[in-house]
């Protein structure tokens, strides 16, 4: 991984290879679980930006306990 950035229960990723995509989400995903879980009125959303840009973050849309992925348009 090549960058990753928290602000505000949201954590941005960059990758530099496909091959750390997987763990790195992973990581970020393991990282907002207590947040999620003291906050108990949201779930996880993991959004692609574009190839190799991520974005985990708390999400109110995505229901307590889960976690969602989408691609950004």
């Known amino acids: 991984m090549n960058t ?3 602000e505000h229960n949201e954590i941005r990723l960059s990758f530099s290879s496909v091959d750390e995509v997987h763990a790195g989400l ?3 995903v393991g990282t907002l679980i207590e947040a999620a879980a003291d906050n108990g009125r949201c ?6 930006h574009e190839p190799g840009n991520y974005t985990v973050a ?4 995505v229901p307590f306990g889960q ?7």
Do not use: H, K, M, W
């Open 58 to 61: 708390l999400d109110e849309s």
């Open 43 to 48: 779930g996880i959303l993991v959004t692609r």
């Open 4 to 6: 990753a950035t928290i």
């Open 67 to 73: 976690t969602r992925e989408v691609i950004a348009a």
């Open 26 to 28: 992973n990581r970020a």
